[in-house]
């Protein structure tokens, strides 16, 4: 499976951004579908992740300003970034997992060996 990210761009402290997480290859709809992001100098970490029931699991610092969804038809998942903060800026990325548990086991996605391109978020004045 490939996955490919998009939406990422500038904006200001306070503005919104909606990436796109698309999937292709060996996809199993059954899949839970996480997002990563990772800043210049830190360690990847989890951000948010949607079961195939459409369970959602957000990491604390994203709560009540991200939302993750996924297009179950199209195989998209995509994560709404609103009130964002200069500390979101990071590349995000998408990677897939059996479950949510699974899921948070492994907060830093270690466990993988291939990761997207990623999308730059960059939020400044």
Same mark, same amino acid.
């Given at each position: ?43 990847? #970490?989890?951000?948010? *992740?949607?079961?195939?029931? !459409? ?8 709560? =009540?300003?991200? $939302? ?28 897939? #997992?059996?479950?949510? *548990?699974?899921?948070?086991? !492994? ?8 990761? =997207?391109?990623? $999308? ?6």
């Amino acid at each position: 499976v490939q996955f490919v990210e998009s939406g990422g761009g500038f904006v200001q402290p306070g503005g919104s951004l909606k990436l796109s997480c698309s999937a292709s290859g060996s996809f199993d709809s059954d899949w839970t579908i996480g997002w990563y992001r990772q800043a210049p100098g830190k360690q990847r #970490e989890w951000v948010a *992740a949607v079961a195939n029931d !459409d369970t959602t699991v957000y990491t604390n610092s994203v709560k =009540g300003r991200f $939302t993750i969804s996924r297009d179950h038809i199209n195989n998209v998942v995509y994560l709404q970034l609103d009130r964002l903060k200069p500390e979101d800026t990071a590349a995000y990325y998408c990677n897939w #997992e059996y479950s949510i *548990a699974t899921f948070l086991l !492994d907060p830093h996605g270690v466990r993988y060996d291939h990761w =997207g391109q990623g $999308t730059q978020v960059t939020v400044a004045s």
